[in-house]
């Protein structure tokens, strides 16, 4: 089947960690047997996990595609699926999908605001190469594939677009417009993109929701630094002062991240 949809050699198989013995090695073995090559790049994921538990028919925890995403866009679960490495579990629960949702309406809405104020970069203008890409998203991508990791480097540039739509810094808005949408263009997930654009946040609050961003990542910044000096009364102040402002505060493997109760 592969070798009449891919060719004898195709680049990249996927599959379940648990998948590699015997099912994959089998099918390798059965290719090399023939003598074809097969698949240059493996990538096994780990699972979707319920309460502690692998997400399988014959547990009958499984959650449909087609009933996630009655309530929220297709876009929302694949950023919810992409938080966390693929090596990695994920234990999915009652606040995955609304977590995911409102990260993606603050870069959907960031992209929304820098065109309304500094215009839409073209197709050609995101496709960056390598070279041209935040030097630690790269790292992060060649790193197995560390999509959470270059994801956190997607949230630092939104922070400076927002601070610079604050200030009103025209040229920076149009920088990071087109920083932030070309990671998430090869992550699949750029809210300008065709795919995505009926998702595409609105820009009539531009002032408003890029200040809170930056009052709300500068106390985050703030807070990193006491944790950092093991001052942990001050960063712990800092905490239930966002908590009182109605803002959730969440700490990861990549850094804190916060979203509106």
């Not at 605001?113 to 960056?128: F, K, P, Q, W, Y």
Request: charged share 25%; with cysteine.
């Amino acid at each position: 089947m592969s070798r009449r949809y891919l060719g004898e050699t195709f680049d990249i198989h996927g599959g379940g960690i648990d998948l590699r013995f015997p099912h994959h090695e089998n099918e390798q073995a059965q290719s090399h047997g023939a003598g074809w090559d097969f698949a240059r790049l493996w990538v096994h994921n780990a699972w979707v996990t319920t309460k502690g538990e692998k997400m399988s028919k014959s547990l009958g925890n499984t959650l449909s595609v087609e009933n996630l995403t009655r309530d929220y866009p297709p876009v929302v679960l694949r950023w919810a699926l992409s938080t966390v490495h693929h090596r990695s579990a994920i234990e999915w629960g009652e606040d995955t999908l609304p977590a995911a949702a409102l990260a993606w309406e603050r870069f959907s809405g960031f992209i929304a605001r820098s065109i309304d104020v500094a215009g839409e970069a073209c197709g050609e203008e995101i496709a960056l190469a390598p070279a041209d890409l935040p030097v630690a998203f790269a790292a992060a991508m060649d790193d197995d594939l560390n999509v959470a990791g270059a994801l956190a480097v997607a949230h630092e540039h939104l922070r400076i677009g927002n601070t610079a739509l604050a200030e009103g810094d025209v040229p920076t808005v149009r920088r990071e417009q087109v920083l932030v949408r070309s990671m998430l263009d090869i992550l699949g997930l750029d809210p300008a993109s065709p795919q995505w654009r009926p998702n595409l946040g609105g820009g009539s609050s531009s002032s408003e929701a890029a200040a809170l961003d930056v009052l709300v990542d500068g106390l985050i910044a703030e807070r990193s630094e006491a944790r950092a000096s093991r001052d942990w009364v001050r960063a712990d102040s800092l905490r239930d002062r966002l908590t009182a402002a109605g803002i959730i505060l969440e700490d990861g493997r990549e850094g804190a991240s916060w979203h509106l109760t």
